[in-house]
């Protein structure tokens, strides 16, 4: 039936974009944007945002940050 036939053509797709996530690549015919990185603010800015009232990270952000896995 088309119903199955549908089903079959989705699960082949969804096998083929999971083996792509798996060996890190894109899915074919996709290309993620790359987004430039974004380091930790540097202290002297969360002193001078904490002087103004404005909360740049909070406690949860910088132990989140510690508890990140690094190579």
């Known amino acids: 039936t088309a119903a199955r036939h549908l089903h079959r053509q989705g699960a082949i797709l ?5 083996d792509a996530l798996a060996a890190g690549t894109p ?5 993620p944007d790359i987004l430039p990185y974004c380091p930790f603010p540097p202290a002297a800015l969360l002193r ?3 002087r103004r009232g404005v ?4 406690w949860r952000d910088l132990l989140a940050a510690f508890t990140v896995p690094t190579g």
Request: proline share 12%.
């Open 27 to 31: 899915p074919p015919g996709q290309q």
């Open 14 to 18: 969804a096998g083929m974009v999971l």
């Open 48 to 50: 001078a945002a904490a």
């Open 55 to 58: 909360r740049l990270a909070g």
